[in-house]
């Protein structure tokens, strides 16, 4: 199934309930029909992109790299679409304009999601709207209320109602990576000193599915 089947049916369904120039909504989106009943679709869905033609920005920030190894996991999966990676600490102002799709990707550490990632939802929360979006977290919450809460807690809330995608894609403890203080609270919480690993693929594949629906 490529990238426009969303559009697709929501144009059969419209089409059929549209009356002349009437606005009508979908589960997200107020649309706007002109008199033919052809519905005007958010600058992100007017286009029908084929899926290799789809210019996917993959923007993340990670501490100790398990974040990156995720979005090394989601590029490889994402094999019709151009991907890009962009490391917001290498890349403070990536121009999220010159990407049709946007997956956003952050670590939680004491319950929050980066400041980088925070100020850069921020700072394009506008542009961010206008593509097609998806977005995860990783972390070591084993709790699955509180992983929701985590991810919802990640993102600006009105950038999720734009979201196609989200996932909590689990994470790991890597002791040589932390510093004193993290060592610490780690070995304390999770009553562990070695490396833990529980990146959940089976989620990742359902949000790349998600994406690509
Ligand atoms: C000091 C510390 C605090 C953490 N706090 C949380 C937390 O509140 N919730 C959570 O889900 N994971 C927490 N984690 C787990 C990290 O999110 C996890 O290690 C993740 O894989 C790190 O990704 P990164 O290497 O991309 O930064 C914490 C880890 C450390 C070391």
Redesign the pocket.
Known sequence: MNCTSYVDRMATVNGKLARNGAFFMSNRKIFLTNRWFTPVYPAYKQEKLKQEDMKTAIIF????????KVVQMLAKRLTGNQVSIIDLKKEQHPNVDSYDAIILGT??????SSKTMQRFCKENIESLKQKRLALFV????PDSA??RR?LANAYPPELHGYAVSNCFA?????FE??NF??RA??KRIAKTDKNVSQIKEDEVDRFVAEYEL
Do not use: D, N, P, V
Not at 170 to 174: K, P, R, T, V
């Open positions: 920030t990670s501490k100790h790299g398990t974040t990156e670590s939680i550490y004491a319950g929050a990783c972390g070591m919450e509180k992983q985590e689990g994470g790991e403890f890597l990576k932390m203080f993290e609270i780690i």
